[in-house]
């Protein structure tokens, strides 16, 4: 089997591609837009709640929705907004 030898510069070049890869990924995904409208599934990923937590936050208004069709909707903005509202600073 034939043996190679990686230099200083290999890894410097592989690093230096790595970096403009990674940049280009970031770019790439700040570029796309978020989604407006969220269902329920995806608030409980997002806020890493339980269905139950979703449900009072519904019950008690504080978190507002759109039901369409049977099936509930969240503006995104919207919890965005109440994240930031309801910071605590200390």
Do not use: A, C
Not at 10 to 16: G, I, T
Not at 58 to 87: A, C, H, W
């Amino acid at each position: 089997m034939p043996t190679s030898i990686i230099t200083t510069e290999d890894l410097q070049e592989f690093k230096k591609e790595l970096l403009q890869e990674i940049q280009s990924m970031l770019t790439e995904q700040k570029n796309q837009n978020p989604k407006k409208w969220l269902k329920s599934n995806e608030v409980l990923k997002l806020l890493k709640i339980s269905p139950g937590t979703l449900q009072n936050l519904k019950f008690n208004g504080t978190l507002p929705y759109t039901k369409l069709g049977g099936i509930i909707y969240f503006d995104s903005d919207e919890i965005q907004r109440l994240m930031v509202e309801k910071k605590v600073l200390h």
